[in-house]
């Protein structure tokens, strides 16, 4: 079984700045892409930001410059710091990871349950 759980959102000013955070947890062998999604009302779901095992990494044109995608292996957990955040910005946020499970050799796609960002004066 693997669990993923995200933290951090929250509600902000425009203009401030938020931490999200997910973590892997589980009978985990290894974790390969892990990234953010987020959907906002009304709206279909999109990526915000990606990082591959290799730490490459990828970002949607709206957010590119103002956020920043990281992980770290050793607490199987990726990170999205967002500055400079903007009304536009406001969606619930879903974390994504591709994982194989100890004794397994299939990869499979995890989500976490969402985390609520606001952005509002």
């Known amino acids: 079984q693997v669990h993923v759980v995200e933290s951090g959102g929250g509600l902000v000013q425009p203009g401030g700045s938020l931490r999200l955070s997910c973590e892997a947890s589980?009978?985990?062998?290894?974790?390969?892409?892990m990234g953010w999604y987020r959907q906002a009302p009304g709206k279909q779901r999109e990526l915000v930001a990606r990082?591959?095992?290799?730490?490459?990494?990828n970002y949607a044109g709206s957010v590119k410059g103002r956020f920043t995608i990281s992980r770290d292996n050793a607490k199987s957990t990726v990170y999205l710091q967002m500055n400079s955040l903007k009304p536009e910005d406001t969606a619930v946020y879903y974390c994504?990871?591709?994982?194989?499970?100890?004794?397994?050799?299939?990869?499979?796609?995890?989500w976490g349950q969402g985390t609520q960002v606001t952005v509002s004066s």
């Open positions: 994504n990871l591709e994982a194989i499970q100890v004794g397994t050799m299939e990869v499979r796609v995890y």
């Open positions: 589980g009978s985990i062998d290894s974790i390969g892409d």
């Open positions: 990082i591959t095992a290799g730490d490459s990494v």
